[in-house]
């Protein structure tokens, strides 16, 4: 249980792209991923470690809220990364990360690390949106970019971690304002890592994802 | 540790595929196994939860018979038979996040049919889990919302139980709604929207009578106290230190209204009418709009008047129930302060009134629950504990205010009666707007006429004056434009105050607003004057709203006479210029996203050291201020135009269509040109021909068909050009051409940058000059534009000089200022011609003179050694792009030295013994030049005392401008000017006074009415002290007991 930080993320993109995959896999890898079965979910917690230090995710999904807008607007506000999500199988989901990002822009705290995440990177021979595409949005707009496949696990485990690693340098950096848990990100309990010893045997199970 | 587990699960089964109804029996089995959880078969238990997901979820896509067998065996038993072990929160957790998972995934109605069918969901729903632990909450809160998205009419049967009038679903997560986790918040709000989503009569009539009165009242109040907390951090702010924290009440504050705005648009008309009262009576009409005309009574006042005018203005931007909005609407355009005070003093005689209100159902159940208030303090902990009153609220507010005075005119502390009272008074104030709903206008009217004044509408008007600040003036026009967008708002009440509404034909506008607006637009047009910009964007727009009638204007001659004086010239400065005009039509001003800025809820401020956008502030310094003219004359030119139905003819100076593109096939027969390589940056070379045209630089190659034609391959402004000789190479230049930004404070993206090679010195040497030369003209060809736009009478007299720096500036800044040099290489000053001045009256800004005299030159430390400077008169200048703003902070001014005669502003001020750094060294090839486009001086006068002064005056300088009466206006005598500035600023003067001369006629017509307002709203203030004293007071002491 035993914490430097706990990171709240979300997950945004139109619906089918694989969010709530991303984050079961993330999260729980114990759900291993079959051809003919896809399974998702809109919460999850994992535990990480960064420079040493434990960092608890926390990854909430948007996903069916879009209607109200108190919802997504509160959600943006309270998370420090967000994970923009698009399918390389559809270019209309590449297509509308622009109404995305602005959404996020608009409502999120200007620190918030926005990743971008082109999915689906097993099904290349359906590709419709090219990586040099994904990747010169992200330059344009100042998102780090990557290509996961929830399918394969390819990637997932960096795109979650790289965000965190992000948001951990922002606060080493002293940009995050750690004080303010509006920013969705919170202390631990006790920031130390003596307790590491004792966490560190129950520290998989006790995510509840089982990450080990 | 769970690869064992899995292995050991997977080897035992019968079957090799885990996704199988035989996996599945033997999951069974396991769990029959273990039906007491120890530290040994935990991990096995939760492996076996986990498993028997997975197989749910195949089946539901694959084998119906998976599910039958799950039903059949009773397994969901098992889970709750785990889960009431207390089994810790590693099991708790896995199995919440299976049945997440579960509900989640399941795609078929049956499948979730079975799941829901015998109630277990229900009691994993109330079981009492650990909620202490933030995890174990997260989960259970996702599992609830998860539950939430898969409720319909025909799945709530299964969560709200009619005959035992059960739904804990719903009750269960309300519970919740203050919880300190965000992400909790956020979570129960979606579970509401989700249930009050579901059109279903009976949980519908069950919410409202059961649960709709607590849940709201508290929602109410927790708004309430947090825009009390919003308030105090306002007040308290200072130094503008409290902005993060004031950003985060805001921010919240939003929330609030979008979620009630979610709730409200749901339509459902019950819970509406709950909640309209709630909102109207317990928040906004006694802790907003009385807030309006508190003030004079401190005692009295609950919130700033300016946070009152924000909330507003977010509220009805935000929320458009037209119940809700028509009732508010009405109080501000209609209401009396009268309602208040007469009902207050009422209610100090018999204190039983509010029986007659009592008919109304929700209020006898607020009655009745306050009675058995509970401590509030606790309901952010104590979620269970539903029960709360925004009466506390108000309450608690008004113990603040230390008055205790009128206390004795009421005997009773009994707390029962308190409350009445203060639910009175914000009864009574529903009076005229609720009724509004069900009678008819005339009785509408009447009661309005009833009033004195409108308090709330004076309030408001009299906010719009600007000449301290324009603090309240922007809240004002936010709220009147929030006001006159907000659908939901009758138009007939608009109508009757002439409130402009958009789109709409109508023959007549509201004088008093008008005139108010123009005397806001005045007082921006004027140098000093504190309107910021975002007020002054705001004024334009509701003029036009006011004015323009579906096709034609409608606004009186006197009206737009006022106006034209407004729009005088300015401060101008030709980078700046064109650089605002870009970054102010690119972004339009958007007020829902201004009224979600925090920070002009703090007193306006002039430094951009807050961080708060420009045209949120204030302008800083010499050269915010001139961008600010420039923006303040965009602004009234494009009203002004528009109220005159005339199309823009002259604006952008630079039209693309206008220019020259790649691609484009040109006739140069008879055109200069210099054959070049052109090797850029990466490395690739090419042949090219340079072109240089009147606003543009070209590059081409010969066009295949037609002799002597050429086709562009590159086209550049001039005036964006930086031109440099290449140091080892003498017949190479390094020419750089930036892109036109829109951005003041982006970093200038090059969209040119290479060595152009040339086949000898000579060559390069022409093409510098000729570059240079063209950059010149092409500047100057704007700037005569400008002067055009602005009316101003165009000198081609005095000559153009760069003009660094000044021996006194007024920033110490300054000296360390960034500049940025180009170099050119002009030899001497034979082309004086070119360098021309294309202003001599276009004060402040740029000032450019002849002179020649510039001893203090090596003040200027950024421009380089000023070699040639002794020979003066070979003043050559060049005007540089300063594609930044902040670049164009190198802009410096003189202050010192204007003789006594002349008063001038510090930025007209020629300085006694200006540096000009121009100049050209002979000796070095680089040869940087920095500049400004320097205009003369405004003052006639100090022009002459400078020609006198220098020995090698240009023969342009004979030229002299004839005294121009605005330049030697004595000094201005707005107060403004004086108090302000140390020096008056003599530009200022004139236009500020033409301003005002042109508006008092059309003030001592329509004036007087407002005249007449004002003593009255006054009168009424005073009169409503004594009775306010006292509700206060007793209020107090039941709070005290």
Redesign the interface.
């Known amino acids: 249980?035993a914490y430097a930080y706990l990171f709240?993320y979300i997950i945004i993109g139109d619906t089918g792209v694989g969010k709530?995959c991303l984050l079961?896999q993330f999260t729980?890898k114990?759900?291993q991923p079959?051809h003919?079965?896809?399974?998702?979910?809109?919460?999850?917690?994992r535990m990480i470690t960064i420079d040493g230090k434990q960092i608890k995710l926390?990854i909430?999904d948007t996903a069916?809220?879009e209607s109200?807008?108190?919802?997504t607007?509160?959600?943006y506000?309270?998370a420090a990364g967000a994970l923009l999500v698009y399918d390389i199988t559809r270019r209309d989901t590449f297509n509308h990360l622009t109404t995305w990002l602005e959404d996020a822009r608009?409502h999120s705290n200007s620190n918030m690390v926005i990743m971008l995440i082109g999915n689906k990177s097993d099904l290349e021979s359906r590709r419709e949106v090219k990586k040099e595409e994904g990747e010169a949005f992200a330059r344009e707009h100042g998102l780090i970019f990557m290509e996961t496949s929830a399918k394969t696990a390819s990637n997932v485990e960096e795109a979650f971690i790289n965000t965190a690693k992000e948001i951990y340098e922002k606060i080493q950096e002293g940009v995050f304002?750690i004080n303010?848990?509006?920013n969705g990100i919170k202390i631990g309990p006790q920031h130390a890592a003596t307790n590491s010893t004792l966490p560190g045997s129950q520290g998989?199970?006790?995510t509840?994802?089982?990450c080990? | 540790?769970?690869g064992r587990s899995?292995s050991w699960v997977v080897g035992q089964g019968k079957s090799k595929n885990i996704?199988s109804l035989d996996h599945l029996k033997y999951m069974y089995h396991v769990l029959t196994k273990n039906t007491t959880v120890t530290d040994h078969n935990r991990?096995l238990l939760?492996?076996t939860i986990?498993s028997i997901t997975?197989i749910l979820?195949?089946g539901d896509?694959?084998d119906s018979s998976v599910f039958d067998f799950f039903l059949e065996k009773n397994m969901f038993a098992f889970f709750l038979n785990i889960l009431r072990q207390r089994s810790g929160?590693?099991v708790c957790?896995?199995l919440l996040?299976t049945l997440?998972?579960l509900f989640?995934?399941i795609s078929h109605e049956t499948s979730l049919y079975y799941l829901l069918s015998n109630n277990h969901v229900n009691s994993i729903i109330v079981h009492k889990f650990d909620f202490s632990d933030e995890?174990i909450m997260?989960?259970y809160i996702?599992f609830l919302?998860?539950l939430s998205?898969k409720l319909n009419n025909h799945t709530v049967h299964f969560f709200y139980n009619e005959h035992t009038n059960d739904f804990a679903l719903y009750t269960e997560a309300i519970k919740f709604f203050n919880h300190p986790e965000?992400?909790v918040?956020?979570a129960v709000?979606?579970i509401t929207?989700n249930v009050y989503k579901v059109d279903n009569q009976h949980m519908l009539h069950y919410i409202r009578d059961k649960t709709a009165v607590p849940y709201f009242s508290n929602l109410v109040w927790f708004i309430g106290s947090h825009v009390i907390e919003l308030d105090k951090c306002v007040q308290t702010d200072e130094e503008h230190k409290n902005r993060?924290?004031l950003s985060?009440l805001v921010?919240e504050h939003?929330?609030h209204l979008?979620?009630l705005?979610?709730i409200l648009i749901i339509n459902c008309e019950f819970l509406n009418d709950v909640l309209t009262d709630h909102l109207l009576n317990r928040l906004f009409l006694p802790l907003y709009v009385y807030s309006l005309v508190g003030q004079e009574q401190s005692e009295d006042r609950k919130i700033n008047p300016q946070v009152s005018l924000y909330l507003l203005s977010q509220v009805f931007l935000i929320i458009h129930y037209q119940p809700l909005v028509s009732a508010l609407a009405d109080v501000i355009l209609n209401g009396d302060l009268s309602m208040f005070s007469v009902q207050a003093e009422h209610n100090a005689h018999k204190s039983s009134v509010s029986i007659t209100f009592a008919g109304r159902s929700f209020n006898k159940s607020c009655t009745g629950k306050t009675q058995k208030r509970p401590n509030y303090k606790n309901v952010g902990e104590e979620e269970e504990e539903e029960r709360g009153g925004p009466e506390e609220g108000s309450e608690e507010e008004k113990g603040k205010g230390t008055e205790v005075s009128s206390k004795s005119s009421r005997t009773s502390g009994d707390t029962e009666e308190i409350e009445m009272v203060v639910m009175e008074k914000c009864r009574i104030s529903e009076v005229p707007s609720m009724t509004e709903q069900n009678t008819t206008d005339e009785e509408k009217s009447a009661a309005a006429s009833l009033a004195d004044g409108q308090p709330f509408l004076d309030m408001v008007y009299n906010a719009l004056d600007c000449t301290t600040d324009d603090y309240h003036a922007l809240f004002v026009l936010c709220l009147l434009y929030a006001m006159s967008h907000c659908k939901g708002i009758n138009q007939e009440l608009l109508q009757k105050i002439q409130l402009p509404v958009p789109d709409q034909e109508r023959s007549s506008y509201s004088q008093v607003l008008v005139e108010r607006l123009i005397r806001v637009m005045n007082q921006a047009a004027q140098p000093d004057g504190k309107v910021r910009l975002a007020t002054l964007e705001l004024s334009c727009l509701l003029l036009k709203q006011s004015v323009l009638s579906s096709s034609q204007c409608i606004i009186k001659d006197v009206h737009l006479a006022c106006l034209e004086v407004s729009v005088c010239g300015e401060d101008i400065f030709l980078d700046m210029f064109e650089d605002e005009y870009r970054s102010m039509t690119s972004k339009p001003l958007n007020v829902e996203?201004l009224m979600m800025d925090a920070s002009i809820l703090l007193p306006p401020t002039g430094t951009p050291l807050t961080g708060i956008d420009f045209v949120k502030r204030l302008p800083c310094g010499d050269v915010e201020k001139t961008r600010r003219a420039i923006r303040v004359f965009f602004m009234l030119r494009s009203l002004s135009l528009q109220l005159q139905a005339e199309p823009e003819t002259q604006l952008p100076l630079t039209r693309p269509e206008d220019l020259i593109k790649t691609d484009d096939v040109l006739d140069l027969n008879n055109s200069d040109l210099i054959a070049c390589m052109v090797v850029s940056k990466d490395g690739t070379q090419a042949q090219r021909f340079l072109a240089v045209d009147i606003y543009q630089m070209s590059l081409v190659e010969p066009e295949s068909k037609r002799l002597g034609w050429g086709v562009v391959k590159f086209a550049g402004l001039l005036q964006d050009m930086q031109v440099s000789g290449v140091e080892d190479d003498s017949r190479a230049l390094n020419i750089i051409i930036h892109k036109p930004t829109s951005n003041p404070h982006a970093k200038p993206l090059p969209i040119l940058q290479a060595n152009f090679v040339f086949a000898d010195h000579i060559r390069c040497i022409i093409a510098k000059q000729r570059l240079a030369k063209g950059r010149i003209q092409a500047r100057k060809m704007k700037m005569q534009r400008i002067a055009a736009l602005l009316d101003l009478p165009v000198q081609p007299s005095s000559e153009v000089l760069g003009f660094s720096q000044t021996s006194s500036s007024l920033s110490p800044a300054a000296a360390s200022l960034p500049f940025r040099f180009y170099e050119q290489s002009r030899r001497g000053h034979a082309d004086s011609s070119a360098q021309r001045s294309v202003f001599d009256k276009v004060p402040g800004f740029a000032v450019a003179h002849s002179v020649s005299q510039h001893g203090s030159s090596p003040l200027s430390s950024p421009s380089p050694p000023s070699s040639g400077s002794g020979s003066t008169g070979q003043c050559d200048s060049i005007t540089t792009s300063t594609p930044s703003a902040d670049e164009a902070a190198s802009v410096e001014r003189s202050v010192e030295g204007p003789p006594p005669t002349w008063a001038l502003a510090p930025s007209l001020t020629p300085a006694s013994q200006p540096s000009i750094s121009l100049l050209s060294d002979p000796n070095t090839d680089a040869l940087s030049v920095d500049s400004l486009t320097l205009l003369p001086p405004a003052d006639p006068p100090s022009l002459r005392t400078f020609s006198t002064q220098s020995s090698l005056q240009d023969d342009a300088s004979l030229h002299q401008p004839e005294p121009d009466d605005t330049d030697t206006a004595p000094p201005p005598e707005s107060p403004e000017g004086t108090e302000h500035e140390a020096e008056p600023r003599e530009d200022s003067t004139c236009p500020a006074e033409d301003h005002t001369d042109g508006l008092e006629p059309a003030h001592s017509t329509e004036g007087v009415q407002d005249d007449d307002l004002s003593p009255d709203s006054e009168n009424q203030h005073l009169e409503a002290t004594p009775d306010e004293d006292r509700g206060v007071s007793d209020v107090e002491e039941s709070s005290v007991d």
């Open positions: 249980m709240k709530s079961l729980d114990r759900f079959v003919d079965l896809t399974i998702g979910v809109e919460f999850g917690a926390q909430w069916g809220q109200f807008r108190s919802i607007r509160s959600y506000r309270g608009q304002d303010n848990e509006a998989g199970p006790q509840g994802g089982g080990c | 540790m769970f899995r996704h991990n939760v492996e986990r997975e979820i195949w896509q694959n929160r590693y957790v896995q996040q997440n998972i989640e995934n995890e997260a989960y996702s919302k998860t998205l965000s992400m918040r956020i709000r979606t929207l993060g924290k985060d921010a939003l929330d979008h979620y705005n979610d996203y």
